[in-house]
């Protein structure tokens, strides 16, 4: 059975930072790229970052580029987000995903697991 878990989310105030993580298991993270999504109520689900399969490439959504960092351990089968300079704009739960394939890695439809998610607050 394959779980992608997500912790580290909380309530921050708006410059401060949190780091989430995604720990998975029942597949080899090594043959995934993996990527972080965010939903807030009421809009679509948002890509964030995204990590190659080693780490190399890295992608990130616009909003969040030079503020958000994706890492990835496969040894530990682990993903983590790093999110400096929190903004209230920043606030929605956050999803960690892994998908198999070669299709975009910002689209949500290229995903074949995905994580239930945590919740970020940024208060202003």
Known sequence: QVQLVE???GLVQAGN????????????????????????PGK??????????????KY?????????SVSRDNAKNLVTLQ????????????????????ENIKSTSAYNYWGQGTQVTVSS
Do not use: H
């Not at 780091?19 to 972080?36: A, D, E, H």
């Open 60 to 68: 990130y959504g616009d909003s969040v580029k030079g503020r958000f």
């Open 7 to 9: 912790s580290g989310g």
């Open 83 to 102: 999110m400096n300079s929190l903004k209230p704009e920043d606030t929605a739960v956050y999803y960690c995903a892994a998908t198999s394939g070669w």
């Open 17 to 40: 930072s949190l780091r989430l993580s995604c720990l998975v298991s029942g597949l080899t993270i090594s043959n995934y790229r993996m990527g972080w999504f965010r939903q807030a």
């Open 44 to 57: 679509e689900r948002e890509f964030v970052a995204g990590a190659g399969w080693t780490g190399t490439y």
